[in-house]
């Protein structure tokens, strides 16, 4: 049985990370060359792959980020967004392996170097955050015992 301390801590998360992945893609989407050469000095993707990553991506996560918010395809968007982290997760630890100091990307230009142990720990909490909705989401759809 859901209590109502439950429901509303799934609400303001669900409402929180929306609204940080609206945030997050409208500071990448406004400056989308700055967003390519975060993209690029991780040296992962080719040049073309990641120019049309810094055009794209920004549009998905405000995307997701409304899907969470509204909860309209809100599956699909929680989905979405824990992937996302989990690829963002693995190029941090990437670069971080490979001793880069660079931007992380993450909030467009605003932030500066990495502290690569903050932004994982903040990438764990947030993909904790996701799971924990993940959780939530399939309860909702198991069907009801008789």
């Excluded at 990553?53 to 998905?60: E, K, N, R, S």
């Excluded at 690569?116 to 947030?126: M, N, Q, V």
Aim: proline share 3%.
């Amino acid at each position: 049985m859901e209590t109502k301390v439950m429901r509303w801590t799934s609400t303001i998360l669900r409402l929180l990370a929306g609204g940080l992945f609206i945030v997050t893609g409208v500071l990448k989407a406004i400056d989308p060359a700055a967003f390519l050469k975060a993209i690029e000095n991780y040296q992962i993707l080719p040049h073309l792959v990641a120019l049309i990553t810094a055009y794209l991506l920004p549009y998905l996560e405000i995307f997701c980020g409304l899907g969470l918010v509204f909860k309209r395809l809100y599956a699909g968007a929680l989905i979405w967004l824990t992937g996302l982290m989990l690829v963002f997760m693995a190029a941090l630890i990437s670069a971080w392996a490979r001793g880069l100091n660079i931007d992380c990307g993450c909030f467009g230009s605003v932030v500066g170097h990495s502290d690569y142990p903050l932004a994982l720990a903040r990438d764990f909490l947030i993909l904790a955050v996701f799971c924990f909705l993940l959780c939530r989401q399939l309860l909702e759809w198991r069907p009801a015992s008789k």
